[in-house]
């Protein structure tokens, strides 16, 4: 053992013990979105991207003494591939938090795996109700909307200002029928009545048969519990076959890109909820508007905000608990209230995890009333958290431990 | 009650008039070509975006859209016969079914990041909106129209194939192309011609939806797997076996819904797998294409 | 000096070579990928992808129909572990029966037809068992798909780590490797291929082919079962699309990538369309437009497939 020798095991030594605290200090905060960005909603979700990293940056960029790591994901709508990639994010990718997930199979399967690995998942996309109700866990938030409240809102404000007789056309699958429970219950409360409601298979190309049965029973509101594409042909059929000169259509979720894609003629005058429009007074949101017009040449849909607002929220989370542990981080966000450009305020009900704010009721505006680019909608009615979301008792959410 | 159902009736028509003009087109590629046409649904798609471009964003009016666009779906389609499904008449048929998958996939998507996913705007145009007043019923008059158009193509067709030259020939490859090669007509010409043709044929389809459907890159594959149960039952190769048929399913779509909601999109897959048990060859199709 | 007498070995008997680099290549693998979890999704879509070869490279049979086979061990397994709580190769062995015993309705309704008739028989089935599913709501979770599948332990090992996991299923795939080695070189594969070559001949010599191809068809949908039983438990979820008929598209374009008739080429395609589809499908917008062309490319001028293509090359 010469001299030589000595010298090298100190300074293997004098390494490891600088090392040490090196591999032992935390990683960086990562952040990841995963999002439907080539699939079916992909004109509406894909832009999500931007607004996760915007509110990064305007949150300064840097957390716990690091810079935080962005990552986005496309999972095409699809269940199966956001699954694989929640693992792959989660373990290969080490992320702290997932957000979005737009698709409600996929929110569902992503849930699951953010509660197998014990890290955050705040889903904004998905409108599932399970997700602070049967499949609530402590790991998993609900952001900006979901199922009821879609339902529930335009349904009481319906029954109150557009008659009490309806008609429901509904797609044929969880979440249509989710969506008619509620519905049918908000109109129920209001003393009103559905006249028939007819299941439609999903990607039908032809509502006609659907629309003259609606049209037979005269109701004073036809309600299409559909979206995207299924939404449009049923809408421009609608149109054709005269149906609107005889009710009001109020349909469960419209964003701008529909509109663009058949034109405001065809749902001008029909109504729908949402969480958010780019010229509600809260604060910031106009300023948000406008970086968004310049960005992307279009204004945001209320989806945007909603994941700037998760992403927002988690990160003063983070800060607040002064680590990146999930079950800290977690307990600073159940019962908080926050003010900021998507909700003012927002609410994180700790018994179920749901994100409320208030509903806005929205009427689509006839082409001749549309004077500024993207001002597709006029706020007619907003409705209270209280009413918009379901007591959080009773959503059968048993929020255990971690 | 009589008015409502005579107005649901109509409605079936309609909707067979649309996969009447895809069936026989994909009907005769079928029976001249042994090909499955799998990118079928994607060429009325393409004609239907023809449409837009014509009307929407070059501001022609729909009467050239309908003159110019199966036109010009046609000539895609030739294009598409002469540089790919040619290469694989010498290999097992199911390699060109194949093909037009890939090309089913590749075209839709191509569309999709081209013009984006929600679809664009395309409304009935202004001489033929309102209803027409048929005495028991009101009926749109855009409607009857597809319905007079399905009309016109099939009996100019039938007219083409039974009295012309050129038609008696695709009728004779139909049969029996090796025959006609060895007469010296030369079969790759008339192969593409009647690829082309089929390939029309979806891109009128497609122009004639336009203002009915959303208009959007998915459009054609709810279309396609039911237009090949037209064809199945009809008669792989059968033009009056895709128009009999063609009505069958379009009623069967539309009152289905009305008796048994549930079931009436299943039902028609039923029906091809009856059809195929007992009666492979359909209603109308000929023996010979069992093999 | 030594590789030339190793070259001619590997061309001469190929397939127990190939099965053993293969293998070798399946236990490297999930230090290979980029994570564990899309290592054993491309053994699970190796093994269907054998599976499916069985009937289509060696019988010449195109069938759309399969998914339906991979989703019913999908869900039978599923099934077994979330509403009975069954032990886990319980699970499993229902999954892989319920498969089973449908393919024999299925196989002996549908052959009669040839071609793409065929072909649309095993699609009007698949249509009707993903109307099944879909509409059987409470057991199936309907268009949510069926959630919270548990990985029950396999005596002291438990299978939440995603690497035993792979081990596990690996198991498993091997020995499906090794029997559709037997397989293939026994009297009964060498009639199907045989039949494949020339149907009449075939006939006129005296075999029963209707018997031959329902056999070949029940055997593919087992392994086919099976490996839809593995991807509920990687996933601990089974979506409804797994039943859908387009999902035997993809199968089809991972048998023809890999090389269809060779049996084992189809795992290659399984995990080079697999690993492409994560490369590409996470970054890019353009997922179907380049598997499109690709397959396309493929079905053109790359009929051999990778494993025929190596073998000429050798």
């Known amino acids: 053992m010469g001299r030589k020798h000595l010298i090298t095991i100190f300074v293997i030594i004098g390494l490891a013990i600088l090392w040490v605290p ?5 990683e960086p905060v990562k952040v990841a979105i995963l999002t439907d960005m080539s699939g079916p909603y992909a004109g509406i979700c894909a832009s999500n991207v931007e607004a996760v990293k915007m509110a990064i940056e305007d949150f300064g960029g840097m957390l716990l003494g690091k810079k935080i790591e962005f990552f986005y994901r496309d999972h095409h709508c699809k269940p199966d591939i956001a699954n694989q990639r929640a693992k792959e994010l989660y373990e290969r990718e080490k992320v702290d938090i997932i957000i979005d997930v737009p698709n409600s199979a996929a929110g569902l399967a992503v849930s699951e795996q953010a509660r197998l690995h014990k890290r955050l998942f705040i889903s904004v996309g998905s409108g599932t109700t399970e997700h602070s109700g049967a499949k609530c866990h402590r790991y998993c938030f609900d952001w900006a909307y979901n199922d009821y409240m879609l339902a529930t809102s335009v349904g009481l404000w319906g029954a109150d200002n557009l008659g009490k007789r309806w008609y429901t056309i509904t797609a044929d699958y969880a979440w249509g029928h989710d969506l008619f429970k509620n519905f049918t219950a908000a109109l129920k409360k209001k003393g009103g009545i559905l006249l028939g409601n007819d ?4 990607g039908t190309a032809d509502f006609t048969p659907y629309l003259l049965k609606a049209k037979r029973a005269k109701p004073d509101v036809l309600v299409l519990l ?5 939404a449009n042909n049923a809408t421009k059929q609608a149109v054709e076959f005269g149906l609107k000169k005889e009710m009001k259509i109020i349909h469960a979720l419209i964003f701008v890109p529909s509109i663009r894609a058949v034109g405001p003629e065809i749902f001008a005058d029909d109504y729908v909820a949402g969480a958010w429009y780019w010229k509600v007074d809260t604060p910031g949101a106009r300023e948000f508007a406008d970086r968004w017009l310049k960005k992307f040449g279009h204004r945001p849909n209320w989806m945007n905000p ?5 992403t927002l929220q988690y990160l003063e989370a983070v800060k607040r608990a002064g680590t990146k542990d999930p079950e800290a981080v977690i307990k600073q966000l159940e019962g908080h209230t926050f003010r900021d450009l998507f909700a003012s305020p927002g609410y994180i009900r700790a018994e179920d995890h749901m994100q409320v704010g208030k509903a806005y009721i929205f009427r689509a505006k006839k082409a001749k009333e549309i004077k500024i680019k993207d001002d597709c909608f006029e706020i007619v009615g907003t409705i209270p958290p209280e009413q918009a979301y379901m007591d959080p008792n009773k959503t059968g959410c048993k929020m255990g431990g971690f | 009650m009589t008015q409502y159902l005579i107005t649901q009736l109509l409605n079936g028509l309609i909707v067979g008039s649309l996969y009447i003009l895809l069936s026989i087109g994909l009907t005769i590629i079928f029976g001249m070509l042994g090909i499955v046409n799998f990118a079928h649904g994607a060429l009325y798609m393409l004609g239907a975006y023809a449409a837009y471009t014509v009307v929407g964003v070059l501001s022609g009016n729909f ?6 666009v199966p036109l010009a779906i046609g000539l895609i389609g030739a294009f598409l016969e002469t540089t790919l499904l040619r290469r694989l008449y010498r290999v097992e048929p199911f390699y060109n079914l194949l093909l037009t998958f890939g090309l089913m996939l590749a075209i839709q998507d191509a569309v999709r990041i081209g013009y984006g996913p929600e679809g664009e705007p395309f409304n009935i145009p202004s001489a033929l909106l309102g209803a027409v007043n048929l005495g028991i019923t009101y009926y749109p008059k855009y409607r009857l129209f597809i ?15 039974e009295k012309t030259k050129l038609g008696s020939i695709i009728r004779a490859g139909t049969e029996d192309s090796d025959m006609v090669d060895a007469l010296g007509i030369d079969i790759s010409k008339i192969f593409t011609l009647v690829f082309g043709i089929g390939a029309a044929l979806a891109g009128l389809a497609g122009v004639l939806a336009a203002p009915v459907q959303n208009v959007e890159p998915a459009m054609g594959m709810s279309f396609l797997v039911e237009t090949f149960v037209v064809v199945v039952i009809g008669g792989m190769g059968s033009i009056i076996g895709s128009i009999i048929a063609g009505l069958i399913i379009g009623e069967t779509l539309t009152i289905g819904v009305l008796i048994w909601p549930p079931m009436a999109t299943t039902l028609i897959y039923v029906f091809m797998a009856i059809v195929l048990l007992i009666r492979p060859r359909g ?3 000929r023996a010979e294409f069992l093999d | 000096m030594i590789m030339q007498p190793l070259m001619d070995k590997i061309r001469e008997a190929p397939a127990r070579y190939i099965v053993s680099i293969l293998i070798i290549l399946f236990i490297l693998l999930p230090f290979l990928t980029p994570y564990t979890a899309l290592a054993s999704e491309m053994l699970i879509f190796a093994l269907f992808a054998m599976a499916y070869d069985i009937v289509l490279g060696y019988s010449g049979m195109l069938s759309f129909g399969h998914a339906a086979f991979f989703g019913l061990g999908a869900y039978g397994t599923g099934i077994m572990l979330v509403h009975l709580k069954a032990p886990l190769f319980i699970a499993i062995l229902v999954g892989v029966i319920l498969s089973f015993i449908a393919a024999w309705p299925i196989g002996y309704l549908s052959i009669r037809r040839r071609g793409i008739y065929f072909a649309m028989v095993t699609l009007a089935f698949a249509q009707m068992f993903y109307f099944i599913a879909f509409k059987w709501t409470a057991l199936t979770g309907g268009d949510d798909g069926l959630q919270r599948i548990p990985r029950p332990p ?7 780590s995603e690497l035993t996991l792979y081990y596990f299923i690996l198991i498993f795939v091997v020995a499906s490797m090794l029997l559709g080695l037997r397989i293939v070189n026994s009297p009964f594969g060498k009639t199907l291929q045989a039949m494949r070559e020339n149907e009449n001949r075939a006939k006129s010599i005296g075999f029963n082919i209707g018997q031959f191809k329902l056999f070949a068809f029940v055997i593919s949908a087992f392994f086919s079962g099976l490996a839809g039983s593995f991807y509920a438990l990687l996933l601990n979820y089974v979506p409804l699309g797994s039943m859908h008929w387009a999902n035997s598209g993809e199968v089809v374009m991972m048998t023809i990538v890999g090389g269809m008739g060779t049996l084992f080429g189809p795992m290659l395609g399984a995990v080079a369309v697999i690993l492409l589809r994560d490369i590409i499908g996470a970054y890019t917008e353009s997922w179907n437009l380049i598997m499109g062309i690709l397959f396309m490319a493929a079905v053109l001028s790359f009929r051999r497939g990778i494993l025929g293509f190596l073998k000429e090359r050798l």
Do not use: H, Q
């Open chain 1, 226 to 230: 559909n979206a995207g594409k299924d």
């Open chain 2, 63 to 68: 009467l050239i859209a309908i003159l110019v």
């Open chain 3, 154 to 160: 396999v005596g002291p090992i438990r299978l939440e």
């Open chain 1, 22 to 26: 090196l591999v032992a200090a935390e």
């Open chain 2, 147 to 161: 319905f007079a158009i399905t009309v016109l193509c099939s009996i100019g067709l039938i007219v083409f194939l």
């Open chain 1, 199 to 202: 299941n439609v298979a999903l």
């Open chain 1, 306 to 310: 909603a994941n700037y607002s998760a």
């Open chain 2, 283 to 285: 209603l109308f199709g």
